[in-house]
């Protein structure tokens, strides 16, 4: 049985209950999650052809130092990079290395900065160069999925609202959703309960009460669902090497609806498409 407490009041470990922050802890998350934004604003002027991901890693982290805040995926779980770079058919946890971005391809990078405790979590889809419309349009389906997941989220719905506001909007589209990865409450942690499938029906999950904190971050297919990790672990791609795209929001229920924390400063929360 799911229950809530006051986070003041929680251990700091996943218990499964899910905690019900206050107006510190949100301002807390505004912080961290506004230094991640500001970061991934950055990034969209590195990211381009002949750069690797170990140089845009190498940003990720310089930018967390410079500002007073550790990555929060360095040496987390044995992981050894500060961010995830998944590309084309990549459909999350990429890790960074020394190959080239290439025209054409897409980009997802994703940042976690702990910044007095608070963990600020989001990621973003970069097009290197000129891409293919296929790839611009599921950047723009995927981006869209979120906002409507994001839309779905206010106190007395139930989580699987967020799903279904995605997964019926994917499937329209002719894309798919993933199934295997989900968003993830977050604030002291940096995974924490609930978990927020991006599918399923608008009667299902948990309720939403003001104060949870939490992500949002679906992850929509061209092809096919399926995924498999690779040997590293880490890696997830496409079964079918489909493309696949993702963007990441975290937010906290407020009294009549949410409030996105990681809204991008500069307007670029999806960077090189129209407006």
Same mark, same amino acid.
């Given at each position: 049985?799911v229950?809530y407490?006051?986070?003041?009041?929680?251990p700091?470990r996943?218990?499964?209950?899910?905690?019900?922050? !206050?107006?510190?802890?949100?301002e807390?998350?505004?912080? +961290?999650?506004?230094?991640?934004?500001?970061?991934l604003?950055?990034?969209?002027d590195?990211v381009q &052809?002949?750069?690797?991901t170990?140089?845009?890693?190498r940003?990720?982290?310089?930018f *967390?130092m410079?500002?007073?805040a550790? &990555?929060?995926?360095?040496?987390y779980?044995?992981y050894?990079?500060?961010?995830?770079?998944?590309?084309?058919?990549?459909v999350?946890?990429?890790?960074?290395?020394?190959?080239?971005?290439?025209? !054409?391809?897409?980009?997802?990078?994703?940042v976690t900065?702990?910044l007095?405790?608070w963990?600020?979590?989001?990621s973003?889809m970069?097009?290197?160069?000129?891409?293919?419309? +296929? @790839?611009?349009?599921?950047?723009?389906?995927?981006?869209?999925?979120?906002m409507?997941?994001?839309?779905a989220?206010?106190? !007395?719905?139930?989580?699987?609202a967020?799903?279904? @506001?995605?997964q019926?909007f @994917?499937?329209?589209e002719?894309?798919?959703?993933?199934?295997?990865?989900? !968003?993830?409450?977050?604030?002291r942690?940096?995974?924490?309960? &609930?978990?927020?499938? /991006?599918?399923?029906?608008?009667h299902?999950?948990i309720e %939403?009460?003001e104060? %949870?904190?939490?992500?949002i971050?679906?992850?929509i297919?061209?092809?096919?669902? /399926?995924?498999?990790?690779?040997?590293?672990?880490?890696? +997830?791609?496409?079964?079918?090497?489909s493309l696949?795209?993702?963007?990441?929001?975290?937010?906290?229920v407020?009294?009549?609806?949410?409030e996105?924390?990681?809204?991008?400063?500069k *307007?670029?929360?999806? &960077?090189?498409?129209?407006s």
């Amino acid at each position: 049985m799911v229950t809530y407490l006051d986070a003041e009041t929680a251990p700091m470990r996943n218990t499964g209950q899910i905690r019900l922050y !206050g107006a510190d802890a949100f301002e807390g998350m505004r912080r +961290a999650c506004q230094l991640t934004a500001r970061c991934l604003d950055e990034l969209a002027d590195i990211v381009q &052809p002949g750069v690797t991901t170990n140089e845009i890693d190498r940003k990720v982290f310089e930018f *967390g130092m410079d500002n007073g805040a550790l &990555p929060a995926t360095l040496n987390y779980r044995g992981y050894t990079k500060s961010s995830c770079t998944s590309i084309n058919h990549v459909v999350c946890h990429g890790i960074p290395d020394d190959k080239p971005l290439r025209e !054409g391809d897409v980009v997802n990078i994703d940042v976690t900065y702990v910044l007095d405790g608070w963990h600020g979590d989001s990621s973003r889809m970069y097009p290197v160069g000129q891409i293919k419309r +296929a @790839a611009e349009r599921l950047l723009e389906v995927t981006h869209e999925c979120l906002m409507r997941g994001i839309a779905a989220v206010k106190p !007395g719905a139930r989580t699987g609202a967020i799903g279904a @506001a995605i997964q019926s909007f @994917a499937e329209r589209e002719r894309c798919s959703v993933v199934r295997d990865f989900c !968003g993830h409450g977050v604030g002291r942690l940096f995974h924490d309960a &609930p978990n927020i499938l /991006h599918y399923g029906s608008a009667h299902e999950g948990i309720e %939403m009460r003001e104060g %949870m904190i939490f992500t949002i971050e679906p992850m929509i297919n061209l092809g096919r669902p /399926h995924v498999k990790v690779l040997s590293d672990g880490w890696t +997830a791609v496409t079964r079918d090497r489909s493309l696949s795209a993702q963007y990441e929001h975290t937010v906290g229920v407020t009294r009549d609806g949410c409030e996105i924390f990681t809204l991008s400063p500069k *307007g670029l929360d999806r &960077p090189g498409l129209p407006s």
